[in-house]
């Protein structure tokens, strides 16, 4: 498998230039996870599992540190909308 190439959020993949796209497809995305962990599925998986544990973290940390006011009532999910 081929490395993934060198695209930077915003930039359309050449074959979709004119596009009005800010992010690769979802297939796309899906392998350059693999090709970062070389083809490991485990260490991809394992990997995106702590961003997702990391994230939380900060959501519950900014939660907590933010008034009522400031998010006009808004107040944070930590679960997504089922697809």
């Given at each position: 498998?081929?490395?993934?190439?060198?695209?930077e959020?915003?930039?359309?993949?050449?074959?979709?230039?004119?596009?009005?796209?800010?992010?690769?497809?979802?297939?796309?995305?899906?392998?350059?996870?693999?090709?970062?962990?070389?083809?490991?599925?485990?260490?991809?998986?394992?990997?995106?599992?702590?961003?997702c544990?990391?994230?939380?973290?900060?959501?519950?940390?900014?939660?907590?540190?933010?008034?009522?006011?400031?998010?006009?009532?808004?107040?944070?999910?930590?679960?997504?909308?089922?697809?």
């Amino acid at each position: 498998m081929q490395p993934a190439s060198n695209l930077e959020p915003g930039q359309a993949r050449p074959e979709h230039a004119g596009a009005d796209q800010a992010w690769p497809d979802q297939a796309w995305e899906v392998e350059a996870v693999l090709a970062w962990h070389d083809d490991n599925a485990k260490a991809a998986i394992r990997s995106l599992l702590d961003d997702c544990k990391h994230l939380r973290q900060q959501l519950a940390l900014a939660e907590s540190v933010m008034s009522r006011g400031m998010a006009r009532g808004w107040a944070p999910r930590y679960e997504r909308d089922a697809l």
